[in-house]
């Protein structure tokens, strides 16, 4: 490792990872992020997708290592190139079973039993050993070997369905949410089994899959149903927009609040993000937000100071709130309404977050960082600060290949003929391959 | 079952819970991780109680379903942190617990007497981890929030939302309470990470979760797409928001049931499994033109490719469509709701993704979703504690101690 980082908890833990796609690589980014060596195993002929999904601006030369989107992915991690489909590749996946800790993989259900490495032959290899799939629809059950991506999972578990305008079409999601949070909960699950294990000595198994993880992220409303029997069909979406409660005051929005006046208001400014996200959460709350509007006529009725006045009316306070919105710029008016103590945030786009936002740079959040291929780049950093850990991000990337030497050599302890010998038999890297392929289309 | 023995792996940790709102899905994640997860509400109770809907349609805090969710497996004790004695009370169990997670506002629980530093030097052992809307400091620190805030300041809401002509053109948020569990998914892992650590130093620390941070590093190609494109992305129907416009995803079918179509990654062998199906229909159109067999011929056309995907769906119902679709290895499904999953047996019976959990005063059972890391193992989650259900027992525990502390 170029750095050597202070108290991370998983300083020792190695991670043989074989997975690919956001799911599975952001699990093992967390788990570098913490400390885990992850020794990422690919066959060059058939890389990572997301090596070729999305380059620099204007990038001429794209190959498999300059992919910026995996970078910021993979970040942290190390890179074996490795035939697993050669038996010889095979033993050498088997003897890195003994020296790991953790077997991640995203494959299709069944990939790792046809390779004769289901959990009990990986556990005869090493009883310690924590195995992680992320799948679909997990390993088991009829829908196993149905395909999903991310915005198949969403619609397939839920989480499209709940999202949407009254009268409109389900608006779903904006980005494969199932791909990040599975990656989160293989990561939590990951963790627990190594904790367990410290006082156990046994490993696990854990079979996640996306769909599951949607199910389990709809919250209050997927509870509803399955504790009251209320039924959401017939419906086209649950018709709540951006609100908490509907105008006859049911709730809509599983949000863990009762607020009302709730809402996104369009401000001055260009652009389609030229909103104010306000939530009136109680009564003092609307009190406050009179006085920072300068106490208008049509807020002074006495029947809007209770919740309950303010949701059968919300028609007619949005429209007054977004008459009021609309001339002001949005950063200033979330100031205006954070100094009269009322919930309010300039609706932020990922340039705003970068460019524009206070909060996060002086959080440090995105950190400039200098990778091989593509020079002074911005990385996305881990979201908490421990005390005691340092959790910087190790300015190391898995170029393809890069690490297959240290591996054989380090980890599993090859003489340099056995090196050699595997190089020689293409098992290490493909005949007449660059050690920098050109990648023809990306995906974005 | 894939393991049929328990995975309880927090068992034997206790952890204390402060606040409500945000804080509270990662103490559901402990809790049902098999932590003693200890909940200190007011004596009025947590505010999230009068939160609807409610078992039983009338409010009541004892049946909010809002509360139910993030609270399940947890236990409570009524304290008034206002007073002296309870403090001293709420002090007793930090000293008896493990972690302390903390979901007030940033300094909240110093100004009650109760501040991390202070906790941690009576207790070397201890983590502390507070879950705040924007962090413990910085300019935002003590800016008042919300989901809708939340959702809005971590970039989340800018990216939700419809194509023109969908739907309004307006920022869409997801609901369910997703502020919450983004957090409660972060703080998780470093109180997991915490607790590994503590395993080899015996030494505790204190934990800084940002709610708006965590949500803005789960945007997958968003700030990509910005850092390395420069490039802003705009709103798409239940798809990546694109920096560019992009043909639609999401078709109503027959039955009126919406469907997502993934186009991506359809390859020549797919392509034509897809063209043969809806050929058998009558319905495949121009697709069977063999300019279109090869994706270097479909990749400028994937737009009317899509439209004649749309048509298809049009005359088909959902499960048709899932069902012939995914048997061509087509990676696409429809868009259900809560009713239709409960009644897939995928989840309902084969993979057990629902727990039924009896609640022992009545017998009534309710069926709660498995955390996903823990389906495949015994069930876990317990009801969610009625206000001040364990005040009693755990007042008597701490009397106890306290009496073996002055006789030793």
Known sequence: MSTKLKNRPLDGVRVLDFTWSVAGPTMTRYLASLGAEIIKVEWPMHPDPMRSAMYLRDESDKTLNNGSFFANLNIGKRSLSLNARDPHGLDVIRELVAKCDVVAESFSPGVLEKWGMGFEAMQAINPGIVYVSISGFGHTGPHRNKGTWGPTAQAMGGTTFMSGMPGNQPAGWGWSYLDVSSGYFGAIGVLSALFDRKRTGKGVRLDLSQVEVGVSLLGPGMLEHAVTGRSFVGQQAVPGGNRSLDNGGATVGYRGDSAAPHGVYRTAGEGANAYCAISVLDDAQWQRLKEAMGQPAWAADAALDTVGGRVARQDELDAHLAQWAATQDKYALMQQLQAHGVAASAVQSPHDLVEHDPQLRARGLHVPLEHPRLGKQLFESVPFRMEKTELALEPHWPLLGQDTDYVLREVLGYSEAQIESLAAAHITWPEGLPVEPKVERSLW | ?408
């Open chain 2, 1 to 408: 079952m894939v393991n049929p023995e328990n995975f309880r792996p927090l068992q034997g940790v206790r952890v204390i819970e402060f606040g409500d709102g945000l804080g509270s899905y990662a103490g559901r994640l402990l809790a049902d991780s098999g932590a003693e997860v200890i909940k200190v509400e007011p004596p009025q109770g947590a505010a999230s109680r009068s939160a609807g809907p409610f078992v039983g349609g009338a409010a009541d805090p004892e049946q909010s379903l809002q509360f139910w969710h993030a609270n399940a497996s947890k236990q409570s004790i009524a304290l008034d942190l206002h007073d002296p004695q309870d403090v001293a009370t709420a002090r007793a169990l930090v000293a008896s617990a493990d972690v302390v997670l903390d979901g007030l506002a940033p300094g909240a629980l110093q100004a009650l007497g109760l501040g991390q530093a202070a906790l941690r030097a009576a207790h070397s052992k201890l983590i502390v981890c507070a879950i705040t809307p924007f962090g413990q400091d910085g300019p935002w620190a003590n800016y008042t929030s919300s989901d809708l805030v939340q959702l809005a300041a971590g970039g989340l809401l800018s990216v939700c939302g419809y194509d023109g002509g969908d739907g309004p053109d307006t920022p869409v948020a997801p609901t369910g309470g997703q502020a919450a569990h983004i957090a409660g998914m972060t703080a998780m892992m470093a109180i997991l990470a915490a607790l590994i650590e503590v395993q080899a130093s015996g030494e505790g620390q204190f934990i800084d979760v940002s709610a708006q941070a965590s949500i803005a590093v789960s945007l997958e190609m968003g700030v990509p797409f910005w850092a390395y494109q420069q490039r802003e992305v705009i709103r798409h129907t239940a798809r990546h928001a694109m920096p560019a416009e992009s043909p639609r995803w999401q078709h109503r079918c027959a039955d009126g049931k919406y469907f997502l179509a993934l186009p991506l990654y359809i390859d020549d062998a797919r392509f034509a499994a897809l063209v043969e199906w809806f050929d058998a229909e009558g319905l495949a159109e121009d697709l069977t033109d063999p300019s279109y067999q090869l994706m270097s011929g479909r990749a400028h056309r994937m737009g009317h490719i899509i439209e004649v995907i749309g048509r298809f769906c049009a005359k088909h119902d959902a499960a048709t469509m899932f069902r012939e679709s995914q048997a061509r290895r087509l990676p696409w499904a429809p868009v259900n709701s809560p009713d239709e999953i409960l009644a897939d047996p995928h989840f309902s019976e084969a993979r057990h993704t629902f727990a039924d959990v009896a609640d022992p005063a009545t017998g009534q059972q309710y069926r709660f979703a498995k955390l996903p890391y823990l389906i495949g193992h015994a069930d876990t989650t317990t009801m969610p504690p009625r206000l001040d259900q364990h005040g009693a027992r755990l007042r008597g525990e701490l009397q106890q101690n306290q009496k073996v502390q002055h006789a030793q």
